[in-house]
Structures are given as structure tokens and as C-alpha cells.
T-cell receptor, first 119, second 113 residues
Framework: DAMVIQNPRYQVTQFGKPVTLSCSQT?????MYWYQQKSSQAPKLLFH???????NEADTPDNFQSRRPNTSFCFLDIRSPGLGDAAMYLC??????????????????FGAGTRLSVL | DQQVKQNSPSLSVQEGRISILNCDYT??????FLWYKKYPAEGPTFLIS?????DKNEDGRFTVFLNKSAKHLSLHIVPSQPGDSAVYFC????????????FGTGTRLKVLA
């Protein structure tokens, strides 16, 4: 049973045409992450939500936005996709406990990803 | 500036032999490490972890070794099976309560029957 579900699995968009990628989870985890992964590269964290708090990575372009309307869903919006935005987009979740327990670390659970093509 | 490096893009091993996947890091603040396995068309799945207070962690056929002085960790798979063929990512985080990880570029393992 898939616990982190990404839709669609494949998305084709046109240069400059806004696109939204979707992620849902059944784990009731409080943190949701979006990663971008290009071919032969490491997954790169774009941003994450800790509950309702949005946390952007310093080098994430403004072209990328995110929404988390509730615990279960998180969206990645690309306002004006460029050719360089073609990539695999991975959503992940984790359950973070606060205050942090000594040596408690949080395993991230990933969806299968959405492969975005930009024409 | 890549803080987590997996310098071998690919590795081929005969079935039944040992697979050794390597990962190097540069940030001495990293204190927790994960290994993920990824099959084609699937998301990465958690495999095994190690804290910096240990130098070894075992889970069945999988063992992770950590050498803090060398800033190096390795994943050993013994014996290797064809179903182990996948891409393996190492990931690192720093500080108690930190819940963000830096990933390596991955190593594609092929286990030959």
C-alpha cells in the first residue's frame, strides 16, 4: 500500500506554462519535503513544510512555490517552467518529534516521483 | 560544493559475493547517516542507518561501517542477490533533531546471476 503518493507520475508541460505537482500521504507525518533530482545527480531539497510552516532552501529559485492545504497534501507549483526545470520531483515525509529526542532521527519516506518534461 | 560524495557511479558484482558501496562526506558536523535503495520507477526506500556514536550497524545481509576520522562510510551487502540490483544513495544530517538530509549522487549496483 503506497503511503506517499505522487500524481501524476509523468507530466509534460510547455515552456512557461504553469504546472502543479501533487503529493499526498497516509502516514500522518508532520513534515513534507520536495526534492528535485536531475539525471545522475543527488536529490536536491527545494523546501519543506514543518506542519504549516514553510521552509525554503536558500538556493531554491522563486519560480518554485509550494502549498500545503492540510496534513495529507502538499503541492509543488512551478510558475514558469524552463527547459532546465525538467527533472524528477520527489516528495517525502517524516515524523518529527519535538523537543528532539537524543539521537532520534527522522527517516524520510518517499513517493515514486513525478518526472517533468518541458517542451 | 558537494558535502556527500559517492564517487562510484556504478558497480557490478557476482551473485553470492560481497558488494561494497562507498560514501565520503566533508562536513564534520554530520552525525547521522542513512542508506536508501531505489528501484526504477519507484521512490527511494530506507535501508539502514548509523549514528556517529557507532562504527558499525547490521541488519541481516546489510552492514554499514562508519569511519569518522576518514569521514567515510560504506555499505556491505553479503551475500549479494540479483534483487539487490538498484541505485543506492547515502544521506547525512547534522545535529540532534535535524530532519534535513544531504544526499549523495548514488551508486548503481548490478548483481549478476
Amino acid at each position: 500500500d503506497a503511503m506517499v503518493i505522487q500524481n501524476p507520475r509523468y507530466q509534460v508541460t510547455q515552456f512557461g506554462k504553469p504546472v502543479t505537482l501533487s503529493c499526498s500521504q497516509t502516514l500522518n507525518h508532520n513534515v513534507m519535503y520536495w526534492y528535485q533530482q536531475k539525471s545522475s545527480q543527488a536529490p536536491k531539497l527545494l523546501f519543506h513544510y514543518y506542519d504549516k510552516d514553510f521552509n525554503n532552501e536558500a538556493d531554491t529559485p522563486d519560480n518554485f512555490q509550494s502549498r500545503r492545504p492540510n496534513t495529507s497534501f502538499c503541492f509543488l507549483d512551478i510558475r514558469s517552467p524552463g527547459l532546465g526545470d525538467a527533472a524528477m520531483y520527489l516528495c517525502a515525509t517524516s515524523r518529527v518529534v519535538t523537543p528532539p529526542l537524543f539521537l532520534a532521527k527522522n527517516i524520510q519516506y518517499f513517493g515514486a516521483g513525478t518526472r517533468l518534461s518541458v517542451l | 560544493d558537494q558535502q556527500v560524495k559517492q564517487n562510484s557511479p556504478s558497480l557490478s558484482v557476482q551473485e553470492g559475493r560481497i558488494s561494497i558501496l562507498n560514501c565520503d562526506y566533508t562536513n564534520s558536523m554530520f552525525d547521522y547517516f542513512l542508506w536508501y535503495k531505489k528501484y526504477p520507477a519507484e521512490g527511494p526506500t530506507f535501508l539502514i542507518s548509523i549514528s556517529s556514536i557507532k562504527d558499525k550497524n547490521e541488519d541481516g545481509r546489510f552492514t554499514v561501517f562508519l569511519n569518522k576520522s576518514a569521514k567515510h562510510l560504506s555499505l556491505h551487502i553479503v551475500p549479494s542477490q540479483p534483487g539487490d540490483s538498484a541505485v543506492y544513495f547515502c544521506a547525512a544530517s547534522a545535529g540532534s533533531g535535524t530532519y534535513k538530509y544531504i544526499f549523495g549522487t548514488g551508486t548503481r549496483l548490478k548483481v549478476l546471476a
